[in-house]
């Protein structure tokens, strides 16, 4: 420290304004994660300086932070609620010289963290995920498993679900090289209607030790990430995951509900189970939705299908119907789409804004796409603000579910294709291509290409250009900007990670 009490770091620190491009959360988890595993200091002001309402740090982002300032022994000030300023400065991680020393930098085996709100689990998780795998084989156990446990919400607008993370996030880890990760929900916490406190468990499997023929030494390495390698591919099949109660909307919205579907056919009714059902078929009878969940499977999945046909066959992989299927639908309209649809989950809730969907979408080339929705995340402020007024109301609840099965589908279908990008597309757009993943799953990896070398290279433009870059996020940008700050000295950052 200087005479002012003021610490003097080593390294000269790194300061990011958190109000740049998204300028929200995502900005400090990834600086912070990055600076406790690089030990380079950082200071970041104006934190989520762009978010409407109260800014600074959320309970989530303490927990991560005072975590990851004790395992790494950094000293951290303005580490409070509500702050607008951090500085967060780390010891330098000692390696081991051999197998038998001690090893620096080590991590406990067995990891609790409690959020005293339904704040998410696993925007925690993902501060603390790359500190987890490098520190992990540093233990004096080589290879072994580390296990966090957060209580949190699990289902919170806004942020990543137990089921987005479990069905595409987790496998898009392991297609890439990560190691595995393994997930388990233990109870539910939701962000929307009653309060509710959650619990997923995470079993990390940390990075391999490898020999460093330079310093013979071992050190853990992340693998090399490229995403722009990789192609899209082909959609092969679509699985939906519903979340809704069993309670009817009411004994008179039902019965409005079920004449109206009625006019479409009124030959009867279906079954509620849609497993294994082809979109491409003619069979648009609804079941008689009664509950809530029915009303929001057979939506779902009418919705799906209709929006479907509308894409380009070539997004699709070319199929033959098996024999049980095309025997229940023999006949199909010329140019559907013949992908396989299926309820993948319908789990039972027990409130009427419980209510969760997601779409997801297997590739050709092994990646999962995704795109969820939580009734009550409507950024809509006017329209929420209005079904607010009638919070009461049957037919308000009614309206607020199809919006919402609207706003999946809708973001699902335009993940598959984005017609307005592909109109606007120029020869040099035409020769790159989408990312291999949704939007959601692209700035996850971010950090991880980074830390795998295939980003932030000076003078060099490996990667670019392959991947259509129009397509990333506002989050995407984020994360790969401080990406680039935080590994703008990737010889000396290289240096200090391994």
Not at 28 to 37: C, D, F, G, K, Q
Not at 53 to 74: D, E, F, M, P
Request: charged content about 20%; proline content about 6%.
């Amino acid at each position: 420290m200087d005479e002012s009490g003021a610490i003097k770091p080593r390294v000269q620190a790194i300061h990011l304004d958190g109000r740049t491009l998204e300028g929200g959360g995502q900005l400090v988890r990834i600086a912070i994660a990055l600076s406790a595993l690089i030990a380079r200091p950082v200071i970041i002001d104006h934190i989520r300086g762009n978010r409407p309402g109260k800014q600074g740090l959320k309970g989530s982002h303490l927990a991560a932070i005072t975590y990851l300032a004790r395992v790494s022994g950094s000293t951290v000030l303005g580490a409070e609620l509500g702050s607008t300023s951090l500085s967060f400065y780390p010891q330098k991680v000692q390696m081991p010289r051999n197998q038998d020393s001690e090893r620096g930098g080590a991590i406990e085996s067995n990891i609790n963290i409690a959020l005293r709100t339904a704040g998410s689990v696993f925007l925690v998780f993902q501060a603390l995920y790359p500190y987890m795998l490098h520190a992990g084989a540093l233990s004096s156990v080589p290879e072994r498993q580390i296990t966090l446990s957060i209580v949190g919400g699990t289902n919170v607008s806004f942020s990543p679900s137990y089921d987005y993370v479990a069905q595409v996030l987790v496998p898009n880890f392991a297609r890439v090289g990560l190691p595995h990760l393994y997930l388990q929900l233990i109870t539910r916490g939701w962000g929307t209607g009653p309060f509710s406190l959650g619990k997923v468990t995470l079993t990390v499997d940390p990075l391999t030790l490898r020999e460093d023929g330079i310093r013979a030494e071992s050190s853990p390495r992340f693998p090399p990430i490229d995403l722009s390698q990789y192609q899209r591919g082909t959609i092969s099949q679509i699985e939906i995951t519903i979340l809704a109660p069993d309670d009817p909307f009411s004994e008179s919205t039902g019965r409005g509900v079920h004449r109206e579907r009625r006019k479409l056919n009124p030959g009867g009714t279906q079954s509620r189970k849609h497993v294994a059902r082809t979109v491409g078929n003619n069979d648009d009878s609804p079941n008689t939705a009664q509950t809530i969940r029915q009303f929001v499977e057979h939506e779902s999945f009418r919705s799906l299908r209709k929006g479907l046909r509308k894409l380009p066959p070539c997004i699709f992989t070319s199929r033959t119907l098996s024999s049980s299927v095309a025997g229940q639908h023999p006949h199909t309209e010329s140019g559907d789409n013949d992908i396989p649809i299926s309820i993948h989950t319908s789990e039972v809730t027990h409130h009427y804004s419980h209510v969760y969907i997601l779409i997801v979408a297997h590739t050709s080339t092994g990646f999962k796409m995704g795109r969820d929705a939580l009734f009550g995340d409507n950024s809509d402020r006017g329209a929420r603000q209005a079904r607010h007024r009638q919070r009461n109301g049957p037919e308000a609840r009614v309206m607020a579910v199809q919006d919402l099965i609207e706003r999946c589908v809708d973001g699902f279908l335009e993940e598959l294709y984005d017609p307005l990008l592909q109109q606007c597309s120029t020869a040099v757009d035409m020769e790159r291509h989408p990312p291999c993943v949704d939007r959601y799953s692209r700035d996850q990896l971010a950090i991880f290409e980074a830390l795998g070398g295939s980003i932030s290279r000076p003078n060099s433009d490996s990667g670019r250009g392959k991947e259509d870059e129009r397509y990333w996020s506002l989050h995407m940008q984020t994360a790969r900007w401080v990406c680039e700050e935080m590994l703008s000295n990737r010889a000396h950052d290289m240096d200090n990670l391994h």
